[in-house]
């Protein structure tokens, strides 16, 4: 099949291209570049002998996905581009809405131009919003998510709804990702976010390397086994095996119509100071830590229910919490400014 990726230079995406090229789909990326880079591009080309096609542009420019349509008749697209900080979210939230709404709806609107009918969304476990019950099942409704990116994810999903009801060609798929971690085996490819990480393992991994001198754990005293927070976390890989999982099974399903959503997780929570534990032994670089105050909106615990993506898609997460840890500290140590020495 040809895929269009949006958001295919970045951590997930580019994940995702390489396991789209394994089993010879071919692959054009769109990508403005705002959060990463080509070299991830460049490498995976050096590591499966394939070519990726790639446009610089922005999702939210009508001409440039017109030009990129045009030129290519896609089978599907995975659509990964998005902003992603959900602290960040709370400080620019139009900022928020302009690319992750409103660019889906040029997305789409493009796919509509051009025929394209299969779609497959990156959403987010924060769509169950902050009452759902753990652990998370597709068939609970959508709620409200406390940042404005979460309710980027749940608009786009509704959008995506509507969209099917009116228009019955439509095949759209939500993967609702839990916590990807980890990096490709080879330590070629992985997580390098811009300036401060965000997230707990870019953070650890930056420690465990030398350019951070401590990790924050936010918050000692939830009401969990150790007082930190529990977490899904699943390998990127397992997570890019999700997608040609999805685009397989809408393949294998003509007469599929109208949208589904699966969770992508590993049906564990495991809790930050398990995290640590693991990372420390994987990698025999010991990770200094003190408790902090809790992060404003995090929740207490979650984790996935994955049976529906088992059932349907043949899919589970396969690589466990070592092998994680390993392929962090492989991609970290190997690449200790990320790809920025390119
Ligand atoms: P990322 O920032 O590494 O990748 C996003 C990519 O989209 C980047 O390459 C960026 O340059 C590109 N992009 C952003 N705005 C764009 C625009 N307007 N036009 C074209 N390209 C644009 O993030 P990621 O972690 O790989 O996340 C991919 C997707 O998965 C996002 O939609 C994110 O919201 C979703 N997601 C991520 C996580 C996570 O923990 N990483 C969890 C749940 C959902
Ligand atoms: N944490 C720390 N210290 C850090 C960073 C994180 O203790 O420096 C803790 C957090 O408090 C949380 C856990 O590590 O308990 C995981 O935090 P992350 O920021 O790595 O991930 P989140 O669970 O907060 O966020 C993830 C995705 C979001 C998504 C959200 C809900 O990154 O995209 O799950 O699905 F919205």
Redesign the pocket.
């Known amino acids: 099949m040809k895929v269009l990726v949006t958001g295919g230079a970045g951590y997930i995406g580019s994940h995702t291209v390489l396991a789209l090229l394994q089993q010879d789909h071919q692959v054009v990326v769109f990508d403005n570049l705002c959060n990463a880079s080509e070299v991830p591009l460049a490498r995976i080309e050096a590591m499966t002998g394939k070519h990726i096609e790639f446009f610089r542009g922005d999702i939210r420019d009508v001409a440039a996905l017109d030009a990129v349509f045009g030129a290519h008749q896609f089978d599907a697209v995975i659509h990964f581009a998005a902003l992603?900080a959900?602290g960040e979210s709370t400080q620019k939230p139009l900022a928020y809405y302009q690319t992750n709404v409103h660019g889906s709806v040029c997305l789409l609107e493009a796919m509509q131009r051009h025929q394209v009918t299969d779609f497959i969304f990156s959403s987010?476990?924060?769509?169950y919003g902050e009452l759902a019950i753990v652990p998370y099942l597709e068939s609970m409704p959508l709620g409200s998510?406390s940042?404005p990116?979460?309710a980027t994810?749940v608009m786009v999903e509704r959008i995506m709804a509507d969209y099917a009801a009116a228009n019955p060609e439509f095949r759209g798929v939500s993967l609702?990702?839990?916590?990807?971690?980890g990096a490709h085996e080879s330590g070629n490819l992985g997580e390098d976010p811009k300036g401060i990480?965000?997230?707990?393992?870019?953070?650890?991994a930056q420690v465990a390397v030398g350019r951070r001198t401590h990790?924050?754990?936010?918050?000692g005293d939830?009401p969990t086994q150790d007082g930190?927070?529990?977490?899904d976390y699943l390998h990127v890989m397992d997570l890019a095996e999700g997608h040609t999982a999805a685009l397989n099974w809408l393949a294998d399903h003509p007469q599929q119509r109208g949208i589904e959503a699966f969770n992508l997780g590993t049906g564990q929570g495991v809790s930050?100071l398990d995290?640590i534990a693991a990372f420390e032994q994987a990698s025999g670089v010991p990770v200094p830590y003190e408790i902090?105050p809790?992060?404003a909106?995090?929740?207490a615990a979650?984790w996935a229910n994955a049976d529906k993506a088992s059932t349907m898609l043949g899919w589970q997460a396969k690589r466990n919490l070592t092998q994680m840890m390993h392929d962090t500290w492989r991609w970290q140590s190997q690449n200790p400014s990320g790809y920025s020495e390119e």
């Open positions: 992603k959900v987010s476990a924060t769509v998510p940042s990116y979460g994810k609702r990702y839990f916590n990807p971690i990480p965000n997230n707990l393992l870019p953070y650890l990790l924050s754990v936010f918050g939830y930190t927070c529990l977490r930050v995290i902090a809790r992060r909106g995090d929740l979650f």
